[in-house]
């Protein structure tokens, strides 16, 4: 597989009509809503928990679906990242030698 079709196929959808963005939107808009009231830890968590009632309500059979997510947030200077289920996000750099440096835990 050549590099172009590899990043295509990880290529989020642009289409504000897609289904990915639909639902991308619709938590974006649970995290302002809370920012309004709660800390930003407290309001991530909220965020999760709302969501995940929101997947709840949408799957039919529960029993045998799975998710994860990782959401990363900044503020300033401050990044926040949170996560459910085994996914989590590793936070990098990289060098001008091309060397990649894992810098979070």
């Known amino acids: 597989m050549?590099?172009?079709s590899t990043?295509?196929?990880f290529q989020a959808p642009s289409?504000?009509?897609s289904p990915v963005t639909k639902r991308a939107l619709k938590v974006t808009?649970?995290?302002e809503e809370?920012?309004?009231?709660?800390?930003?830890?407290?309001?991530l968590s909220k965020t999760f928990e709302l969501t995940n009632k929101e997947v709840e309500r949408a799957v039919e059979d529960i029993e045998f679906s799975g998710s994860t997510s990782?959401?990363?947030?900044?503020?300033?200077?401050?990044?926040?990242?949170?996560?459910v289920g085994d996914s989590r996000a590793i936070i990098c750099t990289l060098d001008n030698g091309g060397i990649?440096?894992?810098?979070?835990?």
Do not use: H, P, W
């Open 2 to 4: 050549d590099m172009d």
């Open 7 to 9: 990043e295509r196929r």
């Open 15 to 17: 289409s504000k009509d």
């Open 29 to 31: 808009g649970f995290l």
């Open 34 to 43: 809370f920012l309004k009231i709660y800390s930003i830890t407290e309001a």
């Open 70 to 83: 990782v959401m990363v947030f900044v503020n300033g200077q401050e990044l926040y990242t949170a996560n």
């Open 100 to 105: 990649v440096e894992i810098i979070s835990k």
